[in-house]
């Protein structure tokens, strides 16, 4: 064994754990520390017994068993402890040595810890890491982004221990300066609340509509998940529908029905608010989440209030069908809107991303790998300006294609009193988006009358404010003009 490790980690939980594993795996040494060292002389003892790897007991041999420069990456809670940890490296390493933070942390506090590490002479990393204990062990999605010069030091051993596409390509490349690889990690985590919540919507279709078995649903996931929809998250639920207990009956009906979340959800969707970006499915499935949370209120409301009895009487083949093009447009939909956000991210922090890129490290390793994000790469590789994902011809074509079954399933749905929240805002925000004039002229009105917050005309130059005593009874002046 190496007396000097190529890298160092904080954090053996089963994150931490299986990625040094992955990383020694691929020919690294690895130094590792826990705040609780008893974990470390365990994970010696057996995970990593006979292996690369240096267990150390303190910050202080940690940074000293590292080779120069020294690269520490955490492993731990998002937060306060990240700062904490920071703090304790900063005396043991020294100008050009590396802190890479590898949790969930929001990405506000990624710029600020890159600009506080930067002001140290050290060099700092955040990078999104998905895929979950699994992809951890056998090649996770990796999303770095922080101090560029740290890259070309760390390049190697991440894209070595990153998934790999069919070409070998990793899943893992640099994503841009502060905050970018966190905020990109983010939005990954948003699109996979959506992509949840839409392939939930279509299940209670199936289940409390079409009267569906699970089993009858598991066939259905299992062909969807052999073609356009071909995903990991489509592969899971075709194998949960199948999953029986101890009795013999499917185990997803027995499990109670509300559901957890970390944050990073509500994160992105609080991040398209403050950049005046629609992200209406990942809002929804936020929501949706909450509202299921409120399990006491629902059982309650279940017996006050009365809304129509499911009578489906049309074709239930013919609904599956377009149950699949409403997924697949719905999906198409909440990565458009995911990439809008980044788009506008980058302008605001002057970031400089590669979305076709970005597109390539979620291909594979990560919880919303599916094939469909090669044709995501296609499309930027084709117009790197392209402004919107529904501009790129390819997938024009797919939603105007799925959208005829995409609206039966709504209005089916809508009328038989089944909640499908995110379908309908997709729907709601494709129609709006292809819509050249929306009532917000009404909206104007209604601001300048209560408010004087005055409008622009069509008639006259964009940037030129009106205000209009629409009373007759009000004066001629006018709030300040601004947007929020």
Not at 293 to 307: C, I, N, Y
Request: hydrophobic share 40%.
């Amino acid at each position: 064994m190496k007396k000097k490790a190529d890298i160092g980690l904080i954090g053996l939980a089963v994150m931490g754990e299986n990625l040094v594993l992955n990383m020694e795996s691929k020919g690294y040494t690895v130094a590792v520390f826990n705040r609780t060292v008893e974990r470390v002389d365990h994970f010696m003892a057996n995970r990593g017994a006979g292996k690369n790897f240096i267990g150390t007991h303190s910050i202080e041999e940690l940074c000293a068993s590292l080779e120069r420069p020294r690269k520490v990456m955490m492993l731990v809670k998002a937060g306060k402890p990240v700062d904490d940890f920071i703090e304790l490296l900063i005396p043991h390493l020294e100008p050009g040595d590396i802190i890479i933070d590898g949790g969930n942390s929001h990405f506000p506090d990624t710029i600020r810890r890159t600009k506080y590490v930067e002001s140290k002479g050290l060099l700092y990393i955040g990078t999104g890491v998905s895929g979950g204990e699994e992809g951890a062990l056998l090649g996770p999605s990796l999303m770095p982004g922080g101090s560029p010069a740290a890259w070309p030091a760390v390049k190697e051993i991440f894209q070595a221990v990153a998934a790999k596409v069919e070409d070998g390509t990793p899943c893992c490349d640099w994503v841009g300066e502060g905050g970018a690889g966190h905020f990109v990690k983010m939005v990954h985590n948003g699109i996979e609340y959506g992509d949840m919540q839409i392939i939930n919507e279509a299940y209670q279709v199936m289940k409390d509509m079409l009267g569906m078995n699970d089993d009858e649903m598991h066939e259905v996931f299992k062909t969807w998940n052999e073609g356009d929809l071909d995903s990991y998250l489509i592969e899971i639920t075709r194998d949960i529908l199948a999953y029986k207990d101890e009795k013999g009956e499917p185990l997803v009906e027995k499990i109670l029905d509300t559901a957890g979340q970390k944050g990073t959800g509500k994160w992105t969707a609080v991040s398209a608010l403050d950049l005046g970006i629609p992200l209406t499915l990942i809002g929804e499935s936020v929501f949706s989440r909450c509202l299921s949370a409120q399990k006491d209120l629902r059982v309650e409301a279940s017996k006050l209030l009365d809304g129509p009895k499911i009578n489906f009487t049309g074709d239930r083949k013919q609904m599956i069908d377009d149950l699949k093009d409403a997924l697949f447009g719905a999906k198409i939909i909440s990565y458009a809107q995911g990439y809008n956000l980044m788009m506008e991210a980058a302008k605001e922090y002057g970031w400089n991303l590669n979305y076709g890129g970005i597109a390539l490290m979620w291909r594979g390793g990560c919880i919303i790998r599916s094939i469909f994000l090669g044709d995501i790469k296609k499309a930027f590789d084709n117009n790197p300006n392209l402004e919107h994902l529904l501009f790129d011809p390819h997938f024009k074509n797919i939603v105007e294609t799925a959208q005829a079954g995409w609206r039966r399933v709504c209005a089916s749905a809508l009328t038989n009193g089944i909640p499908v929240p995110a379908l309908t805002a997709a729907l709601c925000y494709f129609d709006g988006l292809r819509t050249e004039r929306l009532p917000a002229n009404l909206l104007q009105a209604q601001r300048d009358y209560f408010g004087a917050h005055t409008y622009e005309r069509i008639d006259q130059p964009r940037g030129q404010f009106f205000h209009t005593n629409w009373t007759g009874k009000g004066g001629d002046t006018a709030s300040t003009t601004y947007v929020v």
